[in-house]
C-alpha cells in the first residue's frame, strides 16, 4: 500500500509539471512540443498503473497431492534492477520499467542514453519530491565514451539481479552476453522492422491516416514505426497518391518547439546518414522518389519527410530498420506474398495491416510474426496492453498486467508435517 500511495504522488507531479517536463524532452532529442508533451501523460500513466498494480501481486494456493502438506506460492521481488533506456522516448521509458519495478518492490539503477539524461534526472526529482526513498531510484548519466562500460558493469555486478534494457538489437545481444555470466533475470524490448500491409478490401483513406501516424511519429524515430510499406496492387496507385498528398499537406519539418512542427530534427548526423544511405541505394536499383528525399533547408540534422515507390525486397531499406522519416512503398499481388514478405525478418516487433475481410483480418493477424498486431489501426501502444516483440525484437513484456512479472520471483513453499 506504501510503495502504491508513494507512486501514484510520483504521477501526480508528473502531471502537475507536464509542460516543463515535455520542454526538457523536447530540448534534448528534438521531438515536437506536442509529441513531447504526449510521451508525458503516457510516461505518467505506468506511474498510475502500477500504483494500482503494486496491490495485485497474487500469490496462489495449490492442492497438495499428500493430505499432511499444504502448497503455497509466493511472488517476490527479484532485487536491484539495472534499466538502460533510449534517448527516443527519454521519460516513458523509464517510467515503463520503474513504475513496474517499484510496484514489485525492486530498487533501480536507471542508465539514460547519452543524448538525454536530463529527463531522468528530472523524474528523480520528482521521485524526491513524491517520497520515493533515497536509494530506491538511482539514475547513472554517463558519457559516450563510457557508455560501453558502464552498460558492461551493471550487467556483471552480481549486486544486480535484473537488466531491463530498450535499444537495438545489437546492443541488446551484447547486454545479454555480459548477463549470462551471473544470469540475470532479462528484459529486452530491440529493434523492429514493422510492416504495414494494405490489401485491396482497405479503406484507403484511413489506411494513409494510419500511415501518416505510424510512420512519422516523432520523425520515423520509435520502435514501432512502419519500416516497409506492403500494397495489394488493385489499391496500389490510389494509396500512394492520397499518402504523397497527406505528406505534403499534414507534415512540417522545423524545430521542436514551432507549434505547427511535425517533424523535428533527427537524433544526430548518423542518423541523417543512414536515410541518406537507404534512399540512395533504393533509386540506384530502380526506385522512385514520389515526395522527399533529401536534407531539408532548417539545417544538416533535418530530413524531408520521403515517400519511395517500385521498391524491392532486395533494397536496404527493406532489409534494415531505417529510423528515420522515410517510406518505402513495395507492390504486391496475394495475401500469401504479403505475409511472407512481412515475416522474412529477423526481428518482429509490431506489425500493421488494413483490411474489411473478417476472414482474412483472423488470419493474417495470427501469421504475422510480431509481438503486436495493428488491425486498422496505426498506433497501438497503451498502458494495459503488452508491449515486446518475438524473435530478435526481444524478451518480456512491459506495460499491462503482465509487465509486473518481470521484476517478481516465483517461489513454492511447501508446508509438511501437518
Not at 522474412?344 to 501469421?367: H, K, M, T
Request: contains cysteine; neutral net charge; glycine residues 10%.
Amino acid at each position: 500500500q506504501e510503495r502504491s500511495a508513494r507512486l501514484r504522488r510520483w504521477y501526480e507531479l508528473m502531471m502537475e509539471n507536464k509542460e516543463e517536463l515535455a520542454r526538457i524532452i523536447t530540448a534534448e532529442n528534438g521531438k515536437p512540443l506536442k509529441e513531447a508533451q504526449g510521451e508525458i501523460t503516457y510516461s505518467a500513466s505506468f506511474l498510475e498503473w502500477f500504483a494500482e498494480e503494486a496491490r495485485r501481486i497474487y500469490g496462489d494456493v495449490i492442492p497438495a497431492s499428500a493430505k499432511d502438506r499444504r502448497v503455497l506460492v509466493l511472488k517476490q521481488p527479484v532485487g536491484v534492477a539495472a534499466i538502460i533506456t533510449p534517448w527516443n522516448f527519454p521519460s516513458a521509458m523509464i517510467t515503463r520499467k520503474v513504475g513496474a519495478a517499484l510496484a514489485a518492490g525492486c530498487t533501480v539503477v536507471v542508465k539514460p542514453a547519452e543524448d538525454t539524461p536530463l529527463s531522468a534526472l528530472a523524474l528523480g526529482e520528482l521521485a524526491n519530491q513524491a517520497g520515493i526513498p533515497a536509494g530506491v531510484y538511482n539514475v547513472v548519466p554517463c558519457s559516450r565514451q563510457q557508455t560501453a562500460a558502464v552498460g558492461e558493469v551493471l550487467c556483471t555486478d552480481p549486486l544486480v539481479s535484473k537488466i531491463s534494457f530498450t535499444g537495438s538489437t545489437a546492443t541488446g545481444k551484447i547486454l545479454l552476453k555480459h548477463a549470462a555470466g551471473t544470469v540475470k533475470r532479462v528484459s529486452m524490448e530491440l529493434g523492429g522492422h514493422a510492416p504495414f500491409i494494405v490489401f485491396d478490401s482497405a479503406n484507403v483513406d484511413r489506411a494513409v491516416a494510419g500511415a501518416l501516424a505510424s510512420k512519422y511519429r516523432n520523425s520515423g524515430q520509435t520502435c514501432v514505426c512502419t519500416n516497409r510499406f506492403l500494397v495489394q496492387k488493385g489499391i496500389h496507385d490510389e494509396f500512394v497518391e492520397k499518402f504523397a498528398k497527406a505528406i505534403d499537406k499534414e507534415l512540417h519539418v522545423g524545430n521542436g518547439f514551432d507549434a505547427k512542427t511535425t517533424q523535428g530534427p533527427l537524433i544526430n548526423e548518423k542518423a541523417v546518414e543512414k536515410v541518406e544511405k537507404h534512399i540512395k541505394d533504393a533509386v540506384s536499383q530502380g526506385a522512385s522518389i514520389v515526395t522527399g528525399g533529401k536534407r531539408h533547408s532548417l539545417g544538416k540534422n533535418f530530413f524531408e519527410p520521403t515517400l519511395l515507390t517500385n521498391v524491392t525486397t532486395k533494397m536496404l531499406c527493406t532489409q534494415e530498420e531505417t529510423f528515420g522519416p522515410l517510406a518505402p512503398v513495395i507492390r504486391f499481388e496475394t495475401e500469401a506474398e504479403a505475409v511472407a514478405i512481412a515475416n522474412a525478418a529477423n526481428v518482429g516487433l509490431a506489425g500493421y495491416f488494413y483490411s474489411q475481410d473478417p476472414a482474412q483480418i483472423w488470419r493474417v493477424a495470427e501469421q504475422l510474426e510480431v509481438g503486436m498486431v495493428g488491425v486498422n489501426e496505426g498506433i497501438i501502444s497503451s498502458v494495459e496492453c503488452p508491449f515486446g516483440g518475438v524473435k530478435e525484437s526481444g524478451l518480456g513484456r512491459e506495460g499491462s498486467k503482465y509487465g509486473i512479472d518481470e521484476y517478481l520471483e516465483i517461489k513454492y513453499v511447501c508446508f509438511g508435517g501437518l
